[in-house]
């Protein structure tokens, strides 16, 4: 669970409510480890409104307002950032890399890409 001097603060900055909220949330991350929000929200015993998870991000600035606080929050362990449907750009990745975080940007089986001194191919001619 939490340390007990992040248990001291979230019992004073929150109700008794929400520290019990806090407490299943964190229980169900530690329980299930990899989680998307879909997952979450199957457990989780409050609902989550369906927009919430199905927020679109498809430009760089509103991926990077996304990412940064989680960069910060996290910056003490090593990180891999899994980007799924519009977490995919080449600018995003160039923007992680240059961050030096470790990325894995899924994509369509129909995008083209071009591998260093090699034509165009298409990610399903290639077997992946």
Not at 73 to 84: A, P
Not at 92 to 111: E, M, P, R, Y
Request: aromatic fraction near 10%.
């Amino acid at each position: 669970m939490l340390p007990k001097f992040y248990q001291n603060c979230a019992h004073y900055v929150r109700t008794p409510a929400q520290y019990k909220m806090l407490e299943i949330l964190l229980m169900l991350l530690q329980i299930h480890k990899t989680v998307t929000i879909e997952k979450l929200a199957t457990v989780f015993p409050q609902p989550i409104r369906f927009e919430s998870r199905r927020q679109r991000m498809c430009n760089l600035g509103e991926q990077k307002k996304l990412i940064r606080p989680l960069l910060q929050l996290f910056k003490e362990y090593q990180m891999l950032v899994l980007g799924d449907r519009e977490f995919h750009s080449i600018k995003l990745a160039n923007w992680l890399h240059s961050k030096g975080i470790d990325f894995v940007l899924c994509q369509k089986k129909g995008t083209y890409i071009r591998q260093e001194n090699q034509s165009h191919q298409r990610l399903q001619s290639l077997g992946i």
